[in-house]
């Protein structure tokens, strides 16, 4: 038994052709090739390939660095940018978006038949919409940073007339970069967002409505997803580019974290 | 010049950012572009990254989520696309009709976009097998799969020479 080497593998084959197999799989390889051929060709040709798509790019990186990509250039654009330009873009968008997120929902459930949007459908919609429109932004993905978080909390609680904490995801991998407010419906919603170290973008949403409270409802769209959920006069939504199984777990982080945190504050419950 | 200064850490990967953005995308000015949106995330959440760590499975994965991110805004507009093979046309090599593909760029193209990155990722960028799999958040043995059938259907574009006619209608 003790002499038996593993099996060959899909894995051993992959890394034959990367040129990565340790001694021991190479023989191991090399034994297996042997006595499949067939099996030897194809990893002769798929290296032949992969030199191919080498050489085929190396020019590419050959070539001089363009100086719009050199980092002091960039350092000294985002310093210059660093003003207020952004803002007035920003409410430019913010009014666009009301306006978009509202016909949307419009589009899409006023088929006949429908009678009514239920409150978490609209909560799950508008955030879904506001999370698309802002994610994408590179220069001002946020109005607030998260850098003035005390300020900014403070301001979306006051405007929504609800204690509004931004829930620390850091555990989870999830950074606050900052948050804004938007116009949902007839009221205000405030939109926090989160970025991971790998650049992928979440956003958490909180708007009045009125509805019955209601579990995690589920929203699939082409670029995210949503978990959206209705508590005693408050819709909530939660989007990232993640499934079903990767969002739940920030989903339920954010119930238990908001909710600890509108009962200390209690500014709109009782 | 500081170990943790951006200019040192980032400058020396652009090459390779670029090739892998070119690939990518085919237009070296869109490839380029993708590139500077990718430096500037990386500036802005410099705080973010742990010091000592190599920066290039980062650097990738922050390229390559901007790419998807790109290639969903563009589809949203139109059927829903996902991105997967399942989605692309199979190769039809007894096809009449279909273009000659020599060549191994024109090949890469017709790849399902993860099989793509991974060639790409692995087989010209050098990352390991480990790194790959972080840059695009899948599990190893996923990855190990996924080149075997990205190199295999690169291999038959590469033999027949041909694509098949679907892909061809713009």
Same mark, same amino acid.
């Given at each position: ?6 099996? =060959? ?23 297996? #090739? ?30 001089? =660095? ?30 666009? =978006? ?6 949307? #929902? ?28 802002? #994610? ?69 949403? #909180? ?64 | ?170």
């Amino acid at each position: 038994m003790s002499g038996e080497r593993p099996p =060959i593998g899909e894995d051993d084959l992959v890394a034959a052709v990367d040129g990565r197999l340790t001694p021991e799989r190479a023989a191991a390889v090399d034994a297996f #090739v042997a006595g499949s051929p067939d099996v030897g060709a194809r990893i002769a040709a798929e290296r032949r390939d992969r030199e191919a798509l080498r050489e085929a790019l190396a020019p590419i990186a050959a070539e001089p =660095i363009p100086s719009r990509l050199r980092i002091a250039a960039l350092q000294a654009e985002r310093r210059r940018r660093g003003g207020g330009l952004g803002r007035i873009a920003a409410a430019g968008l913010i009014f666009a =978006i009301g306006m978009g997120a509202g016909a949307a #929902v419009t589009r899409r459930y006023d088929d006949p038949g429908t009678v009514r949007v239920p409150a978490y459908a609209t909560v799950a919609e508008e955030a879904s919409a506001a999370h698309r429109t802002f #994610v994408v932004e590179v220069a001002h993905p946020v109005e607030v940073d998260a850098g003035r978080e005390a300020h900014l909390v403070g301001w979306l609680s006051k405007r929504l007339g609800r204690r509004i904490v931004a829930p620390d995801l850091a555990g989870l991998g999830w950074k606050l970069i900052g948050g804004r407010l938007l116009p949902a419906g007839t009221t205000a919603a405030a939109q926090l967002m989160y970025e991971d170290a790998g650049g992928k973008r979440m956003t958490l949403w #909180v708007q009045a409505i009125d509805g019955e409270t209601t579990a995690f409802r589920f929203r699939k769209d082409a670029t995210s997803s949503t978990f959206a959920w209705v508590d005693r006069g408050w819709g909530f939504a939660v989007t990232a580019p993640l499934d079903r199984d990767g969002l739940l777990p920030i989903a339920e982080a954010v119930y238990e974290r908001l909710d600890a945190g509108g009962d200390a504050g209690a500014a709109g419950r009782s | 010049m500081s170990r943790t200064d951006p200019t040192a850490l980032l400058e020396p990967q652009i090459p390779a950012l670029r090739r892998y953005a070119r690939a990518l995308v085919g237009d070296p000015d869109v490839a380029d572009d993708l590139v500077q949106d990718c430096l500037e995330r990386a500036l802005s959440r410099w705080w973010m990254r742990r010091p000592g760590e190599d920066p290039r499975p980062w650097l990738f994965t922050i390229l390559r989520n901007l790419h998807l991110d790109r290639l969903r805004q563009r589809r949203r507009q139109g059927r829903a696309v996902a991105i997967d093979e399942d989605a692309m046309p199979a190769i039809a090599p007894d096809q009449d009709g279909g273009l000659g593909v020599r060549d191994a760029l024109a090949a890469l193209e017709l790849l399902p976009e993860e099989q793509k990155s991974l060639l790409l990722l692995v087989g010209v960028e050098d990352l390991s097998y480990e790194e790959a799999a972080r840059v695009l958040g899948i599990p190893i043995g996923t990855v190990m799969s996924r080149l075997a059938r990205g190199r295999q259907r690169f291999r038959a574009i590469l033999e027949t020479g041909r694509i098949p006619l679907l892909r061809r209608v713009k």
